[in-house]
């Protein structure tokens, strides 16, 4: 069996008096794609936040590389661990390089300069991401497809093997959608990303773990998660799921006038 990168058992958390996840367990093998799916408020984010340490759970324990994630400085776990997000918005007005160069900040010390090697691999990182002629561009004049593939250049300058995303594509449309998966997928790094789309989550993920009302309630490769009986149960909708014949992944049809 494969490495094991990331270990939840039984994490919980709760915002002020609302529990938002409860007792949620999964694990994350090394070069796996791994998905978190379900219904707008099932947790998808809230246990994302807990892995990348936005928030501390209440219970439970998360293990990194066989190690608990919360004694490790920031720094280190900024080293192996990058964050992609919904929000795409910087608070000033940056050049993109001067983001992606921003990915270099946890292997530098606080007055550090960057050096040859640093705008090298910042260079490397837009290149890969097909960015190098929009290095001196404002970040806040590129569409949104084009801020998330400056933030994904920035996690790869940051050299980060450990990718979360949280529904980095939920706002854009199925073009940038498929260019920024087909990207993640061709870093050869290990993911674990929450997303919104069942046919997207079934072309891209490797497992996929199911949350409801905050907890796990399925897990496992997708033509044996996404079936119709599970989504009418999860998301209430009536569907039909098959093969796909170009692609061989499950693809799942809505069946419209459910609702009056």
Not at 47 to 73: E, H, Q
Not at 214 to 237: A, E, F, M, R
């Amino acid at each position: 069996m494969a490495e094991t990168r990331l270990h939840l058992e039984n994490i919980s958390f709760s915002y002020i008096d609302k529990k938002a996840i409860h007792d949620v367990s999964l694990d994350v093998h090394k070069g796996e794609f791994v998905g978190l799916i379900g219904p707008n408020g099932s947790g998808k984010s809230t246990v994302l936040k807990n892995v990348y340490r936005a928030l501390i759970p209440d219970a439970g324990n998360v293990l990194f590389d066989g190690k608990d994630l919360f004694t490790m400085s920031y720094r280190e776990a900024a080293r192996k661990i990058g964050v992609v997000g919904q929000e795409n918005e910087a608070p000033f007005d940056f050049l993109v390089e001067e983001i992606v160069a921003m990915g270099r900040s946890p292997h530098k010390k606080l007055f550090d300069i960057d050096t040859k090697e640093d705008a090298a691999i910042v260079h490397h990182a837009l290149e890969h991401m097909g960015m190098q002629d929009m290095a001196k561009r404002n970040y806040r004049a590129l569409s949104g497809g084009e801020k998330q593939r400056v933030l994904i250049a920035r996690v790869i300058a940051q050299e980060a093997d450990f990718l979360i995303l949280d529904e980095p594509t939920n706002h854009l449309d199925i073009s940038y959608q498929l260019q920024i998966f087909d990207f993640v997928r061709r870093l050869g790094v290990t993911v674990l990303s929450a997303i919104h789309d069942l046919n997207m989550a079934a072309l891209y993920c490797d497992r996929v773990y199911v949350l409801k009302e905050g907890k796990v309630v399925l897990s496992g490769i997708p033509k044996d998660v996404l079936t119709p009986q599970s989504i009418y149960d999860i998301y209430g909708v009536r569907c039909e799921a098959a093969l796909h014949p170009v692609t061989g992944k499950i693809h799942i049809t809505y069946i419209p006038g459910q609702f009056t």
